[in-house]
Every structure is written in C-alpha cells, then in structure tokens.
Nanobody
Framework: QVQLVESGGGLVQAGGSLRLSCAAS????????MGWFRQAPGKEREFVAA????????YYGDSVKGRFTISRDNAKNTVYLQMNSLKLEDTAVYYC????????????????WGKGTQVTVSS
C-alpha cells in the first residue's frame, strides 16, 4: 500500500555530513509518522529519529542527538535526515519507516519499511 524509497547514502569522511531522503508513494488514506532506523552488520537495529505528520514533533535516539536533524515536506510525502559530525560508528544501512502510530514507529514495529541505503563513514 505504501512504498518507501531512500536515497542520499554514500561514503563520507569522519566529521563530514550527508543528507538522506525518503520518498513515500502509494495509496494514502491517512497521514503517517515517518522516521529512520539503522543497522550495522552483526548488530541490532537501532532507532535514529522520528517525526509526526501533523505537528512536526521530533524524537531522536541518544547516540545522534545534537548531530542529526529530521524534517519532512508533507506536500511531497518526503522525510529527510541531515547527518552532521559523522562518526565511524554511524556506518550502517539506514532504513526509512512509516506508520500512522508514532509509538509503533519508534519501537520499530511499523508496517512499512524501505529497502535501506548504505552510509559508510571513513577516517
């Protein structure tokens, strides 16, 4: 019903910046909260950031607070993740999520996931 396509990943040096985008498409019968998880090889999935549709409330994982910023363009059904001051430990596949339930999105139980985009931070 909802398709999510991430873009903007790539290779960046430690201390640098990247901006990820996630475009949602498909039938829309309600508004969705959107956000990001990430997963490195052999590690558990980690919550990164989330944003509500209506009021723009944002919530961040502790490891990215002060460095990453989530935003969205509702008219384009697109969410962005601006990543600054990147560290080696930020290397992971970043996944976009969408769900009408903000709590479910933060917990990673959302019904809709993108295929992911690779972010690699080098020294």
């Amino acid at each position: 019903q909802v398709q999510l396509v991430e873009s903007g990943g790539g290779l960046v040096q430690a201390g640098g910046s990247l901006r990820l985008s996630c475009a949602a498409s498909g039938r829309t019968f309600s508004n969705y909260a959107m956000g990001w998880f990430r997963q490195a090889p052999g590690k558990e999935r980690e919550f990164v950031a989330a944003i509500t549709w209506s009021d723009g409330y944002t919530y961040y994982g502790d490891s990215v607070k002060g460095r990453f910023t989530i935003s969205r363009d509702n008219a384009k059904n697109t969410v962005y993740l601006q990543m600054n001051s990147l560290k080696l430990e930020d290397t992971a596949v970043y996944y976009c999520l969408a769900d009408p339930r903000f709590g479910a999105l933060v917990r990673g139980t959302s019904a809709y996931w993108g295929k992911g985009t690779q972010v690699t931070v080098s020294s």
